[in-house]
């Protein structure tokens, strides 16, 4: 039974939840920020400057604006703040509030949502993030923290969330304060969603995982369920089925072409069986299908001279949780949000 879906088309849009202007310490102002955004495609953004709200900051029907703050509350392990990004509420006092349990508690009572903020800059660790409770999820990619001090990635971190039990959704975000400065921190990781229609729209998508974020690579289609994914993409070099603990699946175009190629040898082919049961290969068009039947799972891939398009999984092998992840020549990445296994 299919646990989760997504089919993405023309109606889908870029969204940014986490930017800066001048109101704060942003080098664009409020208006320059949106034009930056609407001018690349965006449908959805959210200006989160630090500790003030802006809103009629956007000008444009086609782009829903998501009412946004980031605040800094508390103190981890290693004496840092948490950075919180509250969106959806109207509310200066989170300000005035004294923890991030107590700003979660206020966002959320609001109907808002919360999102920690860059956990690898924030010196995050697991039990920072164990201890919060309520919070929408995390940044698994944050272009700022990258491209400046390479701490934009918090998939670890995503990881050991989800497998101690936690319901945590992944965005990837900007946090732009530069956008035409080099190195440029803007229009480099996003959430890609069906248009919302408004913000409460927006904030319904944004809580139940009914988006993908990326950093470049397109999910055209998603179904998920215990024991299977068939994914559809732009051309990738690798898909990742990621689980708990040692369990999930790699699927590279680099191994793919040593498997085949290997394949053809009665020897190489013999000195596998072990781990492959059977290989199938059809080409037509320039257009590669692969049917492998591995101990542990059976996949189809589809893939062309761009790369890998299209890979079906069917396997026993998961607990806990799945999530599906998508790289490509360039090292942009592409990420599902998780389902979970009771």
Not at 218 to 243: G, I, Q, W, Y
Request: with cysteine; charged share 25%.
């Amino acid at each position: 039974m299919t646990m989760y879906r997504l089919i993405v088309d023309e109606d889908w849009v870029k969204g940014s939840l986490h930017c800066h202007s001048t109101s704060s310490d942003g080098h664009l102002s409020p208006g320059e920020v949106a034009d930056y955004y609407v001018s690349r495609g965006y449908g959805l953004l959210a200006l989160t400057d630090h500790g003030k709200i802006t809103t009629n900051f956007v000008n444009d029907d086609g782009c829903t604006v998501l009412t946004g703050i980031e605040v800094s509350k508390g103190q981890s392990k290693l004496k840092e703040p948490y950075h919180i990004v509250a969106l959806g509420i109207n509310d200066p006092g989170l300000n005035d509030l004294n923890s991030p349990l107590e700003v979660i508690d206020k966002v959320k009572s609001a109907e808002g949502l919360t999102i920690i903020a860059h956990p690898s800059w924030s010196s995050l660790v697991h039990e920072d993030l164990a201890v919060l409770k309520d919070y929408d999820g995390i940044e698994v990619y944050n272009t700022g923290c990258d491209v400046e001090v390479a701490k934009g990635y918090a998939v670890s971190h995503w990881d050991n969330l989800l497998s101690m039990g936690c319901e945590c959704l992944g965005y990837a975000v900007d946090d732009a304060h530069r956008y035409l400065i080099p190195p440029i921190d803007a229009d480099g990781g996003w959430v890609f969603l069906e248009k919302p229609s408004d913000e409460t729209a927006a904030l319904k998508m944004l809580r139940i995982g009914q988006f993908f974020s990326s950093t470049g690579p397109m999910f055209k289609s998603l179904e998920m369920s215990d024991s299977a994914v068939h994914l559809k993409c732009s051309p990738v070099t690798r898909v990742n089925v990621v689980s708990h603990n040692g369990r999930g699946i790699c699927i590279s175009i680099n191994d793919l072409g040593c498997l085949l190629k290997a394949w053809k040898t009665p020897s190489e082919r013999q000195r596998m069986a072990h781990r492959y049961r059977q290989v199938e290969v059809n080409t037509e068009n320039k257009v590669t299908t692969v049917f492998l039947d591995e101990v542990a799972w059976k996949a189809k891939v589809v893939f062309s001279p761009k790369g890998i398009e299209q890979v079906e999984v069917e396997s026993r092998i998961f607990s806990r949780y799945m999530r599906v992840e998508a790289s490509d020549l360039q090292g942009r990445t592409a990420w599902s949000n998780p389902i979970y296994f009771k």
